[in-house]
């Protein structure tokens, strides 16, 4: 018998904390329909990215005016367009969100505060469950200094959790020089929750044809260190939930970073490579374990093994004893 998995994720209540991140797979109709049969806890559409719809409103832009001066005997001058803008986007948003019946949070990616503010209003009004927003800065500016960047995205956050209603959750990158302080600062500005972390695709070259490439490089299992070490050090630090990403791929997985006290988890590279039936067998794996340890929810383990619960000398969530924490480490 399957064990009481339930818990809540940024005031929205999940049957399990199972999440479908966002991805390729995540704006399909069958793929969420077969991901919700299938037993996910909830499901994060697709991002929305501001640089793809600036990118496709000037191909527009270039189509349109294509031939604006040729001749009066043209055949047609009916530009061949193919534009897929943000009301497509929308479109299928809503539709996906009036077809399921377990959670669906939107996700937002952009870069101009207008942006933000009104991609965000416009995925709110779609009816979904929740909205992630993707924080990312790549630094291309050497005068830039890190504090004029944080303020910039906590200042954005704090207009769209003013703005909307329904429940805001932050994605952020790891590349900052102290990404407890900016947590704490998004925190206080009431984001409802914390998704740790995001991967973005870099550059690469081949080298045989001196071209740029961009590989779709899926995580590895064992990737959610980092996530892991963070939840254990945020654990009843923050009123926002945290939700750990990245190289989740089975249950015994989940199982450690709800120890370390996440709340939720997002999985997208273990459902690439296992396909969505994987998502039974890791609720069945989170299921024996509470069994073998007589857990009968979620919330008797979370945060088991955080910080906070360790003893005070513990430096196991930091790196300041790494050698002798390797020497000491049971496999």
């Known amino acids: 018998m399957m ?3 339930k818990t809540t994720y940024m005031v929205i209540e999940l049957d399990n904390p199972i999440l479908l991140g966002a991805c390729n797979m995540s704006n399909d109709i069958d793929t969420l329909l077969k ?3 299938n037993g996910v806890g909830a499901i994060v559409y697709k991002s929305l990215f501001e640089e793809q719809v600036q990118l ?6 270039e189509k349109l005016t294509e ?8 055949i047609t001058t009916h530009p061949n367009i193919e534009f897929s803008d943000t009301k497509k986007h929308l479109v299928k948003l809503q539709k996906a969100k009036e ?3 377990i959670p669906l949070i939107a996700s937002l990616n952009a870069v101009n505060e207008e942006s933000w503010l009104e991609y965000a209003t416009e995925l709110a009004q779609t009816g979904v469950d929740g909205l992630e927003l993707n924080l ?6 050497f005068d830039r200094e890190a504090k004029e960047i944080e303020d910039y995205q906590i200042g954005i956050v704090k207009k769209i959790k003013d703005k909307l209603s329904l429940p805001i959750s932050v994605k952020l990158s790891f590349e900052y020089t102290n990404v407890l302080s900016l947590i704490k600062k998004l925190d206080a500005v009431g984001v409802d929750g914390l998704v740790l972390f995001n991967s973005f695709f870099q550059p690469d070259i081949n080298i045989e044809t001196l071209k740029h490439k961009r590989d779709f490089n899926l995580s590895k299992k064992g990737d959610y260190r980092m996530s892991l070490r963070y939840a254990g050090i945020l654990y009843d630090k923050v009123e926002a939930d945290v939700c750990n990403s990245r190289g989740i791929f089975d249950g015994d997985d989940i199982v450690k970073n709800i120890l370390s006290g996440a709340t939720c ?4 590279s273990s459902l690439y490579k296992n396909g969505l039936e994987h998502i039974g067998s890791v609720k069945k794996g989170l299921s024996n374990w509470m069994e073998k340890k007589g857990f009968e929810s979620i919330d008797a383990f979370r945060g088991k093994m955080a910080q906070k619960n360790l003893a005070p000398e513990s430096m196991v969530y930091r790196r300041a004893q790494y050698v002798d924490l390797l020497m000491r480490s049971d496999n």
């Open 35 to 37: 991901a919700e049969d």
């Open 265 to 268: 988890v997002q999985m997208v």
């Open 136 to 141: 990312y800065q790549t630094p291309t500016e």
């Open 67 to 74: 031939y604006d001066h040729v001749h009066a005997e043209m």
């Open 56 to 61: 496709e409103r000037l191909q527009l832009e």
């Open 99 to 101: 077809r399921l019946s």
């Open 3 to 5: 064990k009481n998995l």
